[in-house]
């Protein structure tokens, strides 16, 4: 391929930047510390380079023509980029990510990392953030395929393969719920599963794009009914279109409200292990940085359903409304691992 160079220069598009918001060539050279004389050959140059007449000079004030009025609203653009782009090498160049890209669970709410962002953009907005939301064995393969570099709430059943470095975030209890409506709620606890096997389920598909999906509490031959994510999940159940397991936290206010029952299957469901995960060899600050903000107890809880931290509280504490609720948790459940 032949390389041809560039007629137009950030340089020339600075010069139309600076003549168009101060509506002269003199107060553009001023802006730009310049004398108007360089501002004068910058432009014709840039005229002659270009074939096109970029100023209107038939009046008093310097007026862009139409193709100038192009030329300058599309090279703000990428006067912009370019000023992005400097502000990112040199970020990049003292120890922070260009963009740190985070993939939260699926069970999780991710609306409680706001607050911690708003934090983290007050002072690194250099940094771009990209929020994910993955499901069941997702976030692993988010990590694994390198479209996350910090994976919240990741499922050690779940877990595949070396290379990530792990810290213990929850161990999370699950209850089984049905309509008040569905025929299960009618029948005495705890259910067989070969019951419960008759009735759909629904369940949030896997998001896993190269390892293995997954599925979690499927019974053998049941049919399922496969939704986006948690939220319509829950809703589907309560609507009598499917049973299956909810996080418990998130299932509080519909089992408090009766818009969902809690049942008992026979074996149950236990526990589940989840933790926070990254690249063993990942050393950037931005992700340093979220690392320490998730040592935050009340950070955690928000994000497993307890509540936004900083927002006034408008439930009970996720524990006493667990205690509240007359479901039975298991022994540990909720509490960090040690």
């Known amino acids: 391929m032949l390389w041809m160079p560039l007629r137009l220069t950030l340089d020339a598009l600075q010069v139309l930047d600076a003549i168009d918001r101060c509506g002269s060539f003199a107060g553009g050279a001023a802006a730009l510390h310049r004398v108007p004389s360089a501002l004068t050959y910058t432009v014709h140059k840039l005229e002659e380079d270009l074939g096109v007449a970029v100023f209107d000079r038939s009046g008093h004030r310097a007026r862009l023509t139409p193709a100038g009025r192009e030329l300058l609203d599309e090279g703000r653009r990428l006067l912009d980029a370019a000023g992005e782009l400097e502000c990112r090498v040199q970020r990049l160049a003292t120890g922070w990510e260009t963009e740190l890209r985070i993939a939260v669970d699926g069970l999780l709410v991710a609306e409680a990392l706001l607050p911690a962002i708003a934090d983290f953009y007050a002072g690194h907005a250099g940094t771009r953030l990209r929020l994910m939301r993955e499901v069941l064995g997702g976030a692993w393969d988010a990590l694994a395929s390198g479209r996350a570099d910090l994976a919240i709430g990741a499922s050690l059943e779940a877990h595949s393969g070396g290379g990530f470095a792990t810290r213990a975030f929850s161990e999370e209890a699950f209850v089984f719920a049905v309509a008040p409506s569905h025929p299960l709620a009618a029948m005495p606890d705890p259910l067989a599963p070969e019951v419960v096997a008759a009735y759909r389920a629904v369940a949030v598909g896997d998001t896993s794009r190269t390892l293995p999906a997954r599925s979690s509490g499927i019974l053998s031959g049941q049919d399922v009914l496969v939704v986006p994510d948690l939220p319509t999940k829950i809703a589907a159940q309560a609507a009598g279109l499917g049973v299956g397991y909810l996080p418990l936290a998130q299932a509080l206010p519909w089992l408090s409200?009766?818009?969902?029952?809690?049942?008992?299957?026979?074996?149950?469901?236990?526990?589940?292990?989840?933790?926070?995960?990254?690249?063993?060899?990942?050393?950037?600050?931005?992700?340093?940085?979220?690392?320490?903000?998730?040592?935050?107890?009340?950070l955690r809880d928000a994000l497993l359903g307890g509540g936004v931290p900083g927002e006034p509280e408008s439930k009970p504490p996720r524990a006493r409304a667990i205690r509240a609720s007359g479901v039975r948790q298991p022994r540990g459940a909720g509490r960090p691992e040690r």
């Open 257 to 298: 409200s009766r818009r969902l029952v809690a049942k008992t299957v026979a074996g149950g469901r236990p526990a589940v292990r989840t933790v926070i995960a990254w690249p063993a060899k990942a050393r950037g600050k931005a992700l340093s940085w979220f690392l320490r903000r998730l040592e935050d107890p009340a």
